[in-house]
């Protein structure tokens, strides 16, 4: 299999020409259909919005406004400077009337701060600067504009988009890949997107094509989206770009998965620890793009996104375009309210998403779908059979992993197998535990595991350093103190040396002797 | 006879050949006793251990002159690991040392120092900065939590406190599982 | 107003089958073979079958007891039912009841239990009941049935009460009367006699292709095990490697000596070796995990049964190959760990 990366690049820039398997996953009931009978809504506004100051990978932002400020539509109200990227905007105008730290849609459930904004119902922007004609700018240019707009990963990664842009960029991108194949059931914001707006997510293709300097963009979509084909293809056709090509590819999950996606394209791996650049991939989600679209043509930042309220405990389940910072409750309320019997509140699919403790949770840029499931749709709390070791979880695993051999090692806390077994290279899509016929919470052991080798090797850096440092003080403490005998020994050698001194020391020393004579 | 003796000292001196290739091509470098028992250890250099740090615990240790038992911020996790290491029998925390606590580090109270060093001098890891009388403040990323600073400080003013987390991180829970196979588990994260 | 809602871990969908359905499978997988081994060999079977559960499942929740183990939900997992099973298909069906009693007390306390319960046993419980018996009651474990057409007397149902519990065959026959040789048997007194395969092939035990009877029941065998397969309650490594490897060696044999050896389609239907192949080596707690160690795994079953079978000291040797193989499975599964996602 070893293949250096060039030749990896050279085999990557087939993609897309035959589909090839990854390995293991699962076919799973879709559910798409009840959420996409209606077409996308504009959701109404609440009377509060909360928007998180934290809807990017890594650090919250500051807000750059205060309370009691009025704020125009898009105008900046928190920015992060380390990175450049992570900037959050006003979704709509109103007055800033506090900041608080609120649930927000966090992984493992906890706050962070929020910009309350009471909306004025204008709903009135600030001016817009679009860009002039994007087809002659720089990509330094275009990349600016996507990082001034706050543009994250839509697909639900949050990864600033500018960034990693750039960062493919630089390592040399021949293929853009445009991710439209949303796996996981129930989900079908991207579906819907991509059947109503597909000529922006085109030109949103062809921006994001020039500022990373691919020859070429491909739109991967599922087999089972019927009408987003025509729509795409006919908005390909009016645009007359010749670079962009549409893949469908089968409908397993987690082929959504952006490793797993290349793969069905490429038949290439992603090197462990490694990036689609390594391939000269860049994978994009399809939402992105028309963010970029919108960002670049028309100057305005992303301030909404469309959401799937969805599930068995909604009454009327559709799609939803809301303002960032929405109350999930609002939306649910919008979709005709929760049905007897909602028992759980997802933020993201049913297989990876995070489940929401309160319905007063905001929608952030990475919320791609609110799920309700019934009593009998989730797993209710249930014995643990010891493994069996029936190995269907390695059967359906697409990292390729032994699942059981992890979970022994974690919990026999036995860290050096565990991440000799690639721990890390889990992608923690749940298959396995869905197989597992004894309910072992894998995927829950999977991400306390990865927690705790990472808080090792923090562990271990620490220590090395706090060696280092010890090691440092203790060579610079033996230096003085050589010095300093050193010093002593010459002012001796210094007095010996000298005749009138030496008689002095002599008087001195008679001194002392008298004195001591006489007390006695 | 002569047979016999040929032949099996020829397939002696082959056997020993192939010994001798096999020690040396399957031979593993290993770091010496002291560097892995040191690896170990948390680096606190605190010296409750009763060494002058966590190197120094690392050579007794080796030379069997130490219980491995005497090193409080390495824990529990941190004997088994030593006992594994060397092959002994794991055993409790010796609690004349210390007890095992949660990572610390120091922090001072800007108001009250004085600016005397003497804390800076006493720093195993020179995380202190500061000047004679001037105000002095914790590098709280090199600190260790060893306490050390604490006693020589005339005026009280510093202060142990829980070593925060790292912005923008969060860690995932152990699963609420059965380490009894076969127990209930509640559905929670 | 907002609404609270329980959280839990992701997957939030419930998984699709549980430890209690997939044994449930497997003993339905195995009900067309126990169907045509009733129908040509009579009732025993089915008493056995019946027996042996009883032992096991009052074994079982005693030691689940004793172990301090939630009884209810460990019965519920049937694991047991199909240890026990196994067991009485591999023993005489007119055995006397103390061998179940036997086979259980060394499956269900000794080799599952004492171990730690499911999940934890290195060595298939069945299997260990079976060479258990087999060693210490040599009689008993070799007085195999004539099929209904061979037997000078078949025993009905009440007959065969009598005949398990009394030890004596019912109504003052002799064991001549119900039992003979199996085909197994025929082939290894023959070949020890120094007869050539053909004359082997007159003895009465033979059927068309192979044990008269035994044959269709191999085949209803294995009918539930490719059941099991399209269910994906097992995996196709094991059963194609045991088979495979049996097919390979038992041909090369034959090939190399036509007539001293039984022809490969002998040995495939003949003894323990397609329920072996679909039920007893694909027991996963104690095979290999990764799918080239059950390659592995399956191969060194069939080959090792083929040995025993030529030239060990028992005509049929699945349960020693199936124990064999366990022990070495910890080691195949250390040097047969696949190859990680994006790892050269």
Request: glycine letters at 10%; aromatic letters at 6%; one cysteine or more.
């Amino acid at each position: 299999m070893f293949r250096r990366r060039k030749d990896k690049v050279e085999l990557a820039r087939r993609a897309g020409d035959r589909l090839h398997r990854f390995h293991g996953g699962l076919r799973l009931h879709h559910y798409k259909k009840i959420s996409c009978e209606i077409p996308v809504q504009r959701a109404a506004l609440p009377p509060r919005l909360y928007v998180p100051l934290l809807q990017h990978t890594g650090r919250e932002a500051e807000a750059t406004v205060s309370e009691g400020q009025h704020v125009l539509k898009g105008e900046q109200i928190g920015c992060f400077k380390q990175l450049g990227s992570g900037c959050v905007h006003a979704p709509t105008s109103g007055t800033v009337s506090a900041i608080v730290r609120h649930p927000i849609s966090h992984p493992a459930g906890e706050d962070g701060r929020c910009i309350v904004i009471r909306p004025d119902g204008l709903d009135q922007w600030l001016e817009q600067e679009p860009l002039a004609d994007w087809q002659s700018l720089d990509p330094a240019a275009l990349l600016q504009c996507i990082r001034n707009s706050g543009i994250v990963g839509l697909g639900g990664a949050m990864f600033p988009t500018a960034y990693k842009v750039q960062e493919a960029s630089e390592r040399g991108i021949h293929t853009l890949v445009l991710n439209g194949s949303e796996c996981e059931p129930y989900i079908s914001c991207d579906e819907m997107l991509m059947r109503e707006q597909p000529d922006s997510i085109v030109l949103g293709a062809r921006i994001l094509q020039k500022a990373v300097g691919a020859e070429r963009t491909l739109i991967a979509i599922e087999d089972q989206m019927g009408a987003v084909h025509q729509a795409l293809q006919a908005a390909i056709d009016r645009s007359g770009t010749a670079s962009i090509s549409i893949v469908k590819v089968t409908t397993i999950y987690p082929e959504g998965g952006e490793k797993q996606l290349i793969q069905v394209l490429t038949g290439l791996e992603v090197p462990s620890g490694g990036r689609p650049a390594d391939l000269g991939l860049l994978c994009q989600n399809v939402a992105t793009a028309t963010a970029v679209a919108r960002a670049v043509t028309e100057g305005k930042p992303l301030v909404e996104r469309i959401v799937t309220v969805t599930g068995s405990g909604v009454r009327s389940p559709r799609n939803l375009l809301a303002a960032i910072g929405t109350p999930v409750s609002n939306l649910v309320d919008q979709c005709g309210g929760y049905l007897p019997g909602a028992a759980r509140l997802v933020l993201g699919g049913p297989m990876m998403g995070y489940p929401l403790a309160s319905d007063s949770n905001p929608v952030t840029k990475a919320a791609n779908c609110i799920l309700v499931l019934n009593e009998d749709e989730i797993r209710r709390p249930q014995a643990e059979m010891p493994c069996i070791r029936c190995g269907e979880c390695a059967r359906v695993c697409p990292a390729l992993l032994l699942p059981q051999q992890l979970n022994r090692s974690i919990r026999a806390q036995k860290w050096e197998e565990t991440q000799a077994g690639g721990l890390r290279d889990c992608i923690e899509c749940g298959c396995c535990d869905f197989v597992c016929p004894s309910h072992i919470p894998l995927v829950e052991w999977f991400r306390f595991g990865k927690s705790r080798l990472q808080e090792l090797a923090a562990e271990k850096q620490r220590a090395d350093r706090a060696r280092q440092r010890f090691e440092a003080r203790e060579s610079r403490l033996a230096r003085n103190s050589l010095a300093r005998k050193q010093r002593i020994a010459e002012k001796k050698r210094a007095l010996r040396a000298d005749a009138g001194q030496q008689e002095k020391i002599a008087e001195s020393i008679e001194r002392a002797r008298k004195r001591r004579e006489k007390t006695e | 006879m002569l047979t016999a003796i040929l032949s099996i000292a020829i397939l002696g001196i082959l056997f020993g050949l192939g010994l001798g290739w096999a020690a040396r091509k399957f031979h593993v470098d290993s770091d010496p006793v002291v560097d892995q028992v040191d690896a170990i250890l948390p680096q606190t250099q605190c010296g409750q251990c009763n060494f002058p740090g966590c190197r120094p615990y690392a050579e007794a240790i080796a030379a069997g002159d130490a219980p491995i038992n005497q090193c409080p911020p390495g824990g529990e996790a941190g004997v088994k690991a030593l006992a594994d290491l060397l092959g002994l029998d794991p055993m409790p925390l010796n609690p004349e040392n210390g007890e095992e606590k949660p990572a610390t580090v120091a922090l001072i109270d800007e108001q009250t120092c004085i600016g005397c060093t003497l804390c800076i001098q006493a720093c195993p890891v020179d995380a202190i900065l500061g000047a004679p009388k001037l105000m002095h403040t914790v590098i709280a990323a090199e600190c260790t939590g060893c306490d050390l600073c604490l006693p020589p400080c005339p005026v009280d003013c510093i202060e142990m406190i829980v070593r925060p987390r790292q912005d923008g991180t969060w860690t995932w829970p152990q699963p609420v599982a059965a380490t009894v196979p076969g127990q209930m588990r509640t559905g929670v994260t | 107003m907002s609404r609270h809602f329980a959280t839990g871990g992701a997957p939030h969908f419930p998984p699709h089958r549980t430890v209690g359905s997939v044994m449930r499978q497997v003993l339905y997988a195995l009900a067309p073979g126990v169907a045509a081994y009733a129908w040509f060999f009579g009732t025993g079977v089915l008493l056995q079958i019946l027996l042996a559960t009883v032992f096991a499942l009052a074994l079982e929740g005693a030691m689940l007891k004793l172990r301090g183990q939630p009884v209810k939900q460990f019965l519920g997992d049937y694991s047991a039912v199909v240890t026990a099973v196994l067991f009485a298909l591999c023993i005489p069906p007119l055995a006397p009841w103390w061998i179940s009693l036997t086979g259980m007390i060394f499956a269900i306390v000794i080799a599952k239990q004492l171990y730690g319960g499911l999940g934890s046993n290195l060595f298939n419980p069945a299997m260990i009941a079976y060479v258990v018996v087999l060693i210490s009651f040599p009689q008993h474990m070799t007085a195999w049935p004539q099929p209904a057409e061979l037997a000078s007397h078949g025993l009905g149902p009440l007959e065969v009460l009598l005949t398990v519990f009394s030890g004596q065959p019912a109504g003052g026959l002799g064991w001549d009367a119900v039992s003979g040789a199996t085909v197994l048997d025929a082939i290894r007194n023959g070949a020890a006699a120094g007869q050539s395969m053909e004359s082997i092939r007159q003895s009465p035990a033979f059927g068309q292709l192979a044990g008269l009877g035994w044959e269709w029941i191999a085949g209803w065998y294995m009918l539930g095990g490719l059941w099991l397969l399209w269910k994906r309650i097992i995996s196709w490594h094991i059963p194609v490697a045991v088979l495979g490897s049996a097919f390979l060696f038992s041909s090369a044999v034959w090939i190399a000596d036509p007539a001293g050896n039984p022809s490969p389609l002998v040995d495939l239907l003949s003894g323990a070796l397609l329920i072996g192949a679909f039920f007893i080596a694909t027991d996963p707690v104690s095979g290999c995990t990764s799918p080239r160690g059950r390659l592995v795994f399956g191969a060194g079953v069939g080959i090792l049964t083929l040995l025993i079978r030529r030239w060990g000291g028992y005509p049929d040797g699945v349960a020693f190959a199936v124990l064999l193989m366990n022990m070495a499975a910890p080691l195949i599964d250390r040097f047969t760990q696949p190859r990680i996602f994006g790892h050269d």
